[in-house]
């Protein structure tokens, strides 16, 4: 014997909410398989779960969208920033500064390796620290490391650092709007299994085939189990053999 089965993703919840309110709509209220209240909560409450599901997947959307961006802002911040120490270090190696210039960038001071770079923190830390490190050693007349400069570092962290502020409210936003629709599922799920027990309980007395047939008009879903289904294949299998 099938079950019914509850949706279990935003659509299938809508759609079983559009199959109710239709119903309502089309049938007077002493033909409707579902009270007047219950109607009344699915006409107050499905525009409002339509459009949070439209907010979270825009809010969803817009945040992947402007992630490619993102990741090529950090790609080039990290990229400059790694070329700069590689360009001091190698200076460092040619003797033409002398090791104690690692100290400016918080970088230790026997250590040619470039520091890791490899999350956002690592470079927020190392961006700041490359760009504090050669404002001083400016400001106290030492001659600027070029190619690249800490003028062309500083965009690239700068645009690196806006994209990523940028990126985390479009986070926020998801998770908020991701959070509000998951409090209205709750909401909706109620409200279906009011409405396929409205309606299986006004339906109860019509033969079982007639009785499903006549709820899924209501948005209701029924399935077989596994073994059921393997049953209703092998009679049909031995129904046609026999015609």
Known sequence: MPYRRLPNTDSSRLKSLKSAYNKGKELPPFKLAFSQSTYQKVQS???QFEQSMTLQKHA???QIQKNKEYINTLKKAKLYISHFIQVMNLAISRDELPESTRNYYKLDLHDKKVPLLNTESEII???QNIIDGETNRIREGKTPITNP????VRVKYEQFMEAYNHQKTLQKNTAREQRKLSELRDIADEII???WNEVEETFKDLPEDLRREK????????VYRKNEIGKINFFNLNKSVMI
């Open 149 to 152: 400069t800490i003028a062309l």
């Open 215 to 222: 709820a899924k008009e209501y948005g209701l879903v029924y």
């Open 193 to 195: 299994v009011n409405i």
């Open 125 to 127: 830390q190392w961006g």
């Open 45 to 47: 409450f499905l525009n």
């Open 60 to 62: 969803y959307s817009t």
